[in-house]
């Protein structure tokens, strides 16, 4: 009987083990990828610009333009934008939000380098998500008449 409960310990102690080296494991593994992602949401108004760095691994060897595309929750229409001409490996995109977007989290949907030497476009859009927060925009305060001159 004695017997009997130390195999019953054993197996226990060794499945509990195996179970650790597996948790260990995934752990190691989930931790070594690369996060596109970020961990609070970025808080982006109504109206207001959404200010993006891309950076790519290595310079293009010709100019072109990196065009950001960020798509709202549900089935809404995507905003896109496009930088000035880029040549090195990072290039600043402002995406403006529109005043009657909707809220909540939206989030890049695609990331392009477009040739200006007329080539093929580069999908660059990076692994994971990368989302922010659309919040909505202040009580607006818009003029209520106009006066004209002619000069």
């Known amino acids: 009987m004695r017997r009997g409960r130390i195999v019953k310990r ?7 083990g195996v179970l650790i080296l597996i948790a260990l494991a995934l752990g190691i593994r989930t931790s070594a990828r690369p996060q596109a992602g970020v961990g609070k949401l970025t808080d982006v108004e109504q109206g207001s610009t959404l200010a993006l760095q891309v950076t790519t691994d290595t310079p293009a060897s010709v100019a ?6 960020v798509m709202p929750p549900g089935a809404g229409l995507p905003v896109s934008s496009t930088s000035g001409s880029f040549s090195g490996k990072s290039v600043n995109v402002n995406v403006t939000i529109p005043l009657d977007a909707m809220t909540g989290s939206w989030r890049v949907m695609r990331v392009t380098f477009h040739s200006s030497a007329g080539g093929p476009d580069k999908d ?6 990368l989302t922010f927060r659309v919040t909505p925009h202040a009580p607006l ?9 002619i000069q």
Do not use: W, Y
């Open 141 to 149: 305060v818009l003029p209520s008449h106009a006066s004209i001159a």
């Open 124 to 129: 660059l859009t990076p692994d994971g998500s």
């Open 10 to 16: 054993n197996n226990i102690l060794g499945l509990s």
């Open 64 to 69: 072109g333009t990196v065009t950001v595309e």
